[in-house]
């Protein structure tokens, strides 16, 4: 390994992992919840956006991710409803977020470790998880453009599941007409991470194994 890419790879492991912070907030035990209240009319265009992010079976597009310093990394995203995401880096980059469906896991394969957090309590649920009441939760945030979509999806029993916030441009090609253009996630300790998506492609053919990843530790294939 070459000196540039080492401090490359020192300085780019603490950012990645601080983001999959962000992205799956830690699950912290909380107090029984009240009941919940009843539904309040949906606004339409949250509608529009559920109705739409529900409407993807897969997508892959090119990712840029950007920490609150300004850091960046790029690579490819594979995503296949319900559940299942890939964030590939870029070359270089010994490391990996993978869903199976029930978890959110970051395999370093620089130093041969693997960590894995709950999918279904993180900001990522809003994406991902087919039983998430998305629209329950959701806030529209006013954007003064009539095609772009702002929604900021939160749990207010449960601030420990942090928050994301999804931008959706119109886009009639798009399933629902609308395609997700870029998301910001943040965490219960205000780690912020910022995902922008480019050249998506809807309803592509992915390989089974994507989601699958192979254990640094010598313990086979997962």
Do not use: C
């Not at 900021?152 to 994301?164: A, L």
């Amino acid at each position: 390994m070459t000196l540039s890419l080492a401090r490359r790879l020192t300085a780019s492991r603490p950012f990645v992992a601080a983001a999959l912070l962000a992205l799956a907030a830690p699950v912290v035990s909380a107090a029984a919840s009240p009941p919940a209240s009843p539904a309040a009319a949906v606004n339409p265009q949250v509608e529009q956006a559920v109705a739409a992010l529900r409407a993807i079976t897969t997508l892959q597009a090119d990712f840029v991710q950007t920490d609150r310093n300004g850091q960046r990394l790029t690579g490819v995203l594979s995503m296949q409803r319900p559940g299942k995401i890939r964030f590939q880096y870029q070359p270089g980059i010994p490391l990996l977020i993978v869903s199976d469906g029930a978890a959110l896991t970051l395999i370093d394969y620089e130093v041969r470790q693997v960590q894995r957090w709950p999918i279904r309590n993180s900001p990522l649920g809003a994406l991902l998880d087919p039983n998430k009441d998305v629209a329950r939760f959701a806030t529209l945030n006013p954007t003064g453009h009539s095609e772009v979509i702002s929604l900021d999806v939160r749990d207010p029993r449960h601030p420990e599941y942090g928050s994301i916030t999804m931008i959706m441009l119109k886009k009639p090609s798009a399933p629902g007409g609308w395609e997700l253009n870029s998301w910001v996630a943040l965490d219960s300790q205000n780690r912020r991470t910022t995902v922008r998506l480019a050249n998506q492609r809807y309803g592509v053919a992915l390989p089974s194994n994507i989601f699958r990843w192979n254990d640094p530790r010598g313990t086979g294939r997962k």
